[in-house]
C-alpha cells in the first residue's frame, strides 16, 4: 500500500503594506491550506508608505464610503470610522490616512496564523521537483525559506533621480530625494524659501506637512505643466459610462466620447468617475501605440482630474495661492547647485531658461516605476535570472491579468505574482485600495484553488526555515 504523504504549501508575501496585508487577509479568510509568510523588515505591518504618514492633515482622496477595503462590504471603512475615529463620519468624510492605515492594521490582525519575518528578502531560486515549480527565497538575515508561491506586494520606491543633481548637493541639507523621511522637514528656518519638484498629491503632502512643522515661507511648485490636482466635490452619478461600448480604441476616440459625455450635460467629475469599473478594460483595449500616444499626450491631463484632493486640502491650497505663498511654476528641471542660500534651481520653460534661489529642494516626482534601476537586489536577481520582465511601455513588471510574472522566455510563472503599483506596467490603474482590493482578493481565490487542486502525495522538502549554505551565490 502506498502511504500518503501531505506536505503543506508555503505562500511568501513580500512586503508588509496595504497589498500585502490584504492579501494575507484574504488568504485566510478564504481557508486557504497553506503556511502564509510576510516577509517585511518594519516591526508594524498593513501602512506602506501613504498610510504610515505622522500628519493627520494627509487625508485620503477617497471618500469614506469608497475606500472599503472588503469586495463585498462598501461601508466597512465608513462603520469602522464611526465606531472608532469619527461618530460623526458621513459618506463623503474624507478621513486621515492615517486613521485608514490604524483600519487596515485592524483588519490584518484578523489575519490568524500570519507569520512575520522581519527583514528583507534577496533573492528567489527557482526548485523543480515531479515537474512543479517552486522556490527558495534568500533572506537578508541569513535564512532561506522554500515557497510554493512568492507575491511581490512591495509597494512603492524612492522617486527617480532627477536631472541636474550631484552627489555634492546630494550631500547637503538643500538638497532631499525622499520626501517621506523626518531629516527632509529638519532644520529649515520658518521663512526659508523652499522649492518642490512636482505639482503633484506628494507635493500637495509636503506642504501640509511644512505648514504644519510650522513653516510659513514661501514655496515654489515646479512641474513640466504647472498644474495642480483638481478638488472633489459632490455630483450626480452617471447610470452609464462615458465611454460607451463599442467605442474605437484609440486614445481619441475616448477622448471625443468623453467630451461628448460632458457637453451632453455630464459634470466633469461624474464622467471620469463613470470610468471608474472599466478604466483598465479600456485601457488593455488600446494597441500599445495608443497606449504610448496616450502616455505622451494625454497622461497629465488624466491624472489632475483622476487623482484629486480632499475638499478641505483644495481649500488650504486656494488659500496658499491666493496668498502667493505657493508659487506654480512650469518647466522641465534643468539643474540644482549648491548656492550661498541653499541652492539655485534652473528650468526650461517656453520662454528659456529661469534661475531662482531656494533654501531647500523636496523631490515630489513620485515612485520610480523603472525596476532595473531602484537598488532592489531582490529585483536585481529576478531580472538577471529571467524570471520577470519591464512592462510594455517599459516601466513596472509584465504581468498576466491575474499578476503571474511574465519571464524573457515570454511564459507566466506559475508561482511568481505582484499586485499593487508594480502591476503599472500592464494597467493604467493599480495604485489605488478598489483596485488592490480586488486583487488581493482574486489572487487569494486563485492560489486557494491551485492548492486545493494541487498533487497530495508530494514527499516532503526541506525544512521550512534553514541557514543559508555558504555556497549560495558562488
Known sequence: MTRRTTTRKTVAIIGGGVSGALTALHLTQQHV????VV???????GLGLAYSTPSLRHLLNVPAAKISALPDDPNHFLTWLRANHDASATHETFAPRAVFGRYIQTLFAEAKNVEHIQTSAINLRLTETSGITAGILDLQNGQELPCDFAILATGNFDPAPLPGINDQLRSTSAYHHNAWRPETYANL???APVTLIGSGLTAVDVLLRLRELGHRGAITAVSRHGILPNRHAGYTPLADSAIPPGTPATSIAYLRALRTTIRNGAEWRA???SLRASTNDLWLALPLAEQ???RRHLQHRWDVVRHRMAPPIADTIDRELANHTLILRAGNLSSVEIASEGAAVTILTPHGPETFNSARVINCTGPSMNYKRVNSPLFNSLFEQGLVTQGPLGSGFNTTHDGAMIGRDGNASTMLFTLGPT?????????????IRQQS????TLLSKRIAASEKYLQPRMPLIAPRSPMVGL
Open 271 to 273: 464622467a471620469i468617475d
Open 292 to 294: 504610448k500616444r496616450f
Open 423 to 435: 502591476r503599472l506596467g500592464t494597467l493604467l490603474e493599480s495604485i489605488a485600495v478598489p483596485e
Open 441 to 444: 482578493n482574486e489572487l487569494a
Open 189 to 191: 528656518a520658518p521663512d
Open 33 to 36: 491550506q497553506a503556511r502564509i
Open 39 to 45: 516577509i517585511d523588515p518594519r516591526a508594524e505591518l
